[in-house]
């Protein structure tokens, strides 16, 4: 191991962390509006002081993890895979009851008074898999590479991910098993393959993809589904997003409350603490309807503009990364951030059924607002990385 050190005039990453910042205000703004408008909350302060000690716990996490020297992290991350995958086994005996029977998933681990979703961290854990095997095998390959160690290099890739989808089915969580497929889609369209093998996987996943539809939206298609074990409730979001105002004294009630939200809140919307629409949950999965209600159509394209900066933000450094696995891990990241966005949003706004996913940094604190932390974290440790080391394996 050869070890040179190299100074950096900026070993924190100002420009990546003023759009969080920015966001997490938002989202505090956006928690107390929808606190505000629920008639169930007596009271908003301990809302949002919890609110405020998921922020100041992820902030420290966030710190904690740009720390981690990159030797370190490329020597833990098999484990880190391995712990991630044996917190989402341990769903098949530990799964919180109550909260499977309100969602229909057994996504939340319930050890005592300890509950939290495994599917958060297995997120980072599989980002940084990924980026171990493409990194390994790169180094290793000839330049350029054959196709026998494509089909390789995705062998290995397909081999650290099924397990992981398996868990996902038992979980019955399809809309996180979307993240994960989104993180592989984007790590394996930089990994270097040829683009004949690419150009015919992403075919392939194009038709599977079609098919899906096709077979959620027949009676004989949802039969077969059915078969697989999907669920009644599943295919009740689909008619739900397709037709919500046809069904929105029951199936689709939550989504067509929301468009309403969004739809009263017009160019500059209602202002914070006048919002008249009654929505469920929307402290989380629909927290910007606050945003469409309380400040209109401006106020939205605002945060979409903000999250456009972020993601900016990640491409500079994904394009500006001296390490291959560094490269890697933010085009990973960028994956997971930017489906959340997409998702969130697009379900809000009636383009994309409702799958449960929340609006990073918006949303309501918990074990996927702290895993957004980790992961700015992993982006932020390659500027403050001022030791460069040079290893074969990194």
């Known amino acids: 191991m050869r070890k040179s050190l190299t ?10 962390l003023l759009p969080v910042f920015l966001l997490i205000l938002v989202g505090f703004v956006a928690q107390y509006g929808a606190f505000h408008a629920d008639p169930m909350v007596e009271s908003i302060a301990p809302l949002l002081k919890k609110q405020l000690l998921w922020t100041i716990l992820g902030i420290g996490t966030m710190f904690g993890t740009m720390f981690i020297p990159i030797k370190y ?3 833990l991350t098999p484990a880190l895979y391995g712990l991630s995958l044996i917190l989402m086994g341990l769903l098949i005996k530990f799964h919180d009851p109550v909260m499977a029977a309100a969602t229909g998933t057994k996504r939340w681990l319930r050890l005592g008074p300890i509950s939290f979703q495994p599917s958060e961290f297995m997120k980072l854990g599989y980002i940084l898999m990924l980026a171990y095997i493409v ?23 397909v081999i650290v991910s ?16 979307l993240v994960f497929i989104s993180i592989f889609l984007g790590i394996v369209l930089v990994s270097g393959c040829s683009w004949k093998i690419l150009t015919v ?15 959620v939206l027949t009676e004989q298609g949802q039969k077969i589904l059915s078969f697989l074990h999907f669920k009644p409730y599943q295919f009740n979001r689909i008619h739900a997003w397709l037709n919500p105002f046809e069904y929105a004294d029951s199936i689709s009630f ?20 006048n919002l008249q629409v009654y929505v469920p949950v ?18 939205t394209c605002a945060l979409i503009l903000l999250f456009f900066y972020l993601i900016y933000q990640m491409l500079i450094c994904t394009l500006n990364a001296k390490r291959e ?33 929340p609006l990073p940094f918006i949303s309501q604190g918990g074990t996927a607002y702290l895993a957004n932390f980790i992961g700015i974290g992993l982006i932020l440790s390659m500027y403050y990385q001022k030791e460069k080391v040079e290893v074969d394996s990194v």
């Open 201 to 215: 996987g992403f075919s392939i996943i194009g038709v599977l993809g079609v098919s899906g539809i096709l077979l």
């Open 7 to 16: 100074a950096k005039s900026e070993p924190v990453n100002y420009a990546l």
């Open 254 to 273: 939550q989504q067509a409350r929301g468009l309403t939200a969004i739809g009263s809140g017009e160019m500059l919307g209602k202002g914070l603490t």
């Open 325 to 357: 696995f560094y490269a890697y891990i933010t085009t990973g990241v960028i994956m997971y951030f930017l489906f959340h966005i997409l998702e969130n949003i697009g379900s809000n706004i009636g383009l994309l059924p409702l799958t449960g996913i």
């Open 135 to 157: 990194t390994r095998r790169r180094q290793r390959a000839t330049t350029p590479s054959t196709s026998k160690e494509d089909f390789h290099l995705l062998g290995e890739l």
């Open 282 to 299: 929307r402290e989380s999965d629909m927290i910007f309807t606050v945003i469409g209600e309380a400040y209109g159509f401006v106020g």
């Open 73 to 75: 992290l490329w020597k």
């Open 162 to 177: 099924l397990p992981v989808l398996a868990l996902m089915f038992y979980q019955k969580d399809f809309g996180t098993s």
